[in-house]
């Protein structure tokens, strides 16, 4: 009787474990995260062992660069590509990563039919990915769950159909490598955040690392938010000495509430960091 108590004990531990919570899962191998140094926009990628994954694509300004850059981390194939939503700074070489790279799977926003630009860098995206017949289009849908690996996906925003600002259609995706976990939520402002916090328990929003939020702007990193996610290292990707003064103060102080570890674009140019599964260390 003594041997088949141990027996269920040990295996409850490994399933649900003694606190009452899903142990974690214990994965092989690591995860790097680049953050670009892009000036004032957005290019990430996370590289596994079992595929990659690029969200945001940079502006018009870095466009011509923007494919050397992502090879530059030893990229050649891309599992999923997020374009997190319309603005420039995000998808200013979109086209270029589409044509440049062998890729499965582009994720979009669905965007309203009266919000869908009609700027020529927009246009150049969508025609790029049409001419690709291989590209897999997927439109975002909040709790939808992907599997890279040992990588988990998850998407957390957008939550409603319609938005009076573009940047609250942005894409958040969430990913969980063993004990670690990451949040990318674009330009999400207020208005996202606040539905992210309404829709999913604490325990889905609270992340090992977290990008800055519209690159640390104070529409966006509500201290509620924050809260929820407090991340042990918050990353920044924003342009030196740029005109909106991100991060901000606002956003600063948010991190700091948390006791995040703050790292900038703008002042130490494209940063790595990487994940063996228990804890997350920039290179």
């Not at 925003?157 to 600002?165: F, I, K, L």
């Not at 004990?179 to 309404?198: C, I, P, R, Y």
Request: glycine share 8%; aromatic share 8%.
């Amino acid at each position: 009787v003594a041997v088949i108590v141990i027996v269920i004990l040990v295996l409850y531990n490994q399933f649900v474990g003694f606190g009452g919570e899903r142990a974690t899962e214990v994965v092989e191998g690591t995860v790097e995260i680049y953050i670009f140094d892009v000036g004032q926009a957005d290019c990430t990628l996370i590289r596994g062992e079992a595929g990659n994954i690029l969200i945001d694509a940079g502006d018009t300004d870095t466009q011509d660069e923007i494919v050397e850059t992502v090879r530059s981390a030893g990229v050649t194939e891309l599992e999923y590509v997020i374009f997190t939503h319309p603005d420039s700074d995000h998808i200013g070489g979109a086209d270029e990563i589409v044509n440049g790279f062998d890729i499965k799977n582009v994720i979009l926003p669905e965007i309203d039919e009266s919000d869908i630009p009609t700027t020529k860098v927009y246009e150049n995206m969508i025609a790029a990915i049409e001419a690709k017949e291989s590209i897999n289009v997927i439109a975002a849908v909040s709790g939808t769950e992907y599997t890279i690996g040992e990588l988990k996906m998850k998407l957390l925003a957008p939550n409603s159909d319609n938005y009076s600002n573009i940047n609250d259609y942005s894409v958040a995706a969430r990913f969980d490598f063993g004990a670690t976990s990451f949040l990318f939520t674009g330009d999400a402002l207020e208005t996202s955040e606040k539905e992210m916090l309404a829709t999913y328990p604490a325990s889905e929003l609270k992340c090992t690392f977290f990008q800055a939020g519209h690159h640390g702007a104070a529409n966006a990193n509500t201290p509620d938010f924050i809260k929820a996610v407090s991340p042990e290292i918050v990353a920044v990707s924003c342009g030196k000495d740029n005109k909106y003064g991100h991060p901000t103060s606002e956003a600063l102080e948010a991190y700091a509430s948390v006791g995040a570890t703050v790292y900038r674009t703008d002042e130490l140019g494209t940063m790595v960091f990487t994940s063996d599964g228990t804890t997350v260390t920039k290179k």
